[in-house]
């Protein structure tokens, strides 16, 4: 049985009437009309639905719209914007980063809390950070060059 939630996306109250159960991602898509956050696998194992929830990057492909409660929700869309992109976004096209661009979601997603945590990472702790991402283009060498990029600007 649907249920009636507001959801705070990118600064944006959203009603939408899903059942509880409904993962966050069909949500997000299909009532709230984004094109990011993408569906990869279905089973939090890719990252690619990948979004924040309170600061906090969380698959959205696995977490039920019930659970997000009266969190804020930011997207890859409410990172930064085209006047005044997010570090990782400028460090993303200065690296040339993207190919079919399907997993940037998860990555810059992810990178952006952890550097929002981690101030000046070793690539090591970059490479544990970003593990269990998937990227089927092979651009993993050109994303670890724009997280260390973007480490630097917000540093």
Same mark, same amino acid.
């Given at each position: &049985?649907? $249920?009636?939630?507001?959801?705070?996306?990118?600064?944006?109250?959203?009603?939408?009437?899903?059942?509880?159960?409904m993962?966050?991602?069909? =949500? %997000?898509?299909?009532? #709230?009309?984004?094109?990011?956050?993408?569906?990869?696998?279905g %089973? =939090? $194992?890719?990252?690619?639905?990948?979004?924040?929830l309170? *600061?906090?990057?969380?698959?959205?492909?696995?977490?039920?719209?019930?659970?997000? *409660?009266?969190?804020?929700? #930011? +997207? %890859? =869309?409410?990172?930064?914007?085209?006047?005044?992109?997010?570090?990782? $976004? +400028?460090?993303?096209?200065?690296?040339?980063?993207? $190919?079919?661009?399907?997993?940037?979601?998860?990555?810059?997603? +992810?990178? =952006?809390?952890?550097?929002?945590?981690? !101030?000046?990472?070793?690539?090591?702790?970059? !490479?544990?950070?970003?593990?269990?991402? !998937?990227?089927?283009?092979?651009?993993? &060498?050109?994303?670890?060059?724009?997280? !260390?990029?973007?480490?630097? &600007? &917000?540093?």
């Open positions: &049985m649907n $249920q009636r939630f507001s959801l705070n996306v990118n600064g944006t109250t959203h009603a939408v009437e899903v059942d509880p159960e993962p966050l991602l069909y =949500a %997000l898509r299909n009532d #709230v009309g984004l094109n990011n956050p993408h569906f990869g696998c %089973l =939090a $194992q890719c990252g690619a639905c990948t979004v924040h309170d *600061g906090q990057p969380i698959r959205s492909c696995i977490t039920p719209v019930s659970a997000v *409660g009266d969190g804020k929700i #930011v +997207t %890859l =869309a409410g990172l930064g914007t085209p006047e005044k992109p997010h570090p990782l $976004q +400028t460090a993303y096209v200065e690296e040339q980063v993207p $190919q079919c661009g399907y997993c940037i979601n998860g990555w810059i997603m +992810t990178a =952006a809390a952890f550097l929002k945590e981690k !101030k000046k990472p070793s690539e090591a702790e970059i !490479k544990e950070a970003l593990s269990g991402l !998937k990227c089927r283009c092979g651009t993993h &060498m050109a994303i670890l060059r724009a997280v !260390k990029r973007a480490a630097e &600007m &917000m540093g």
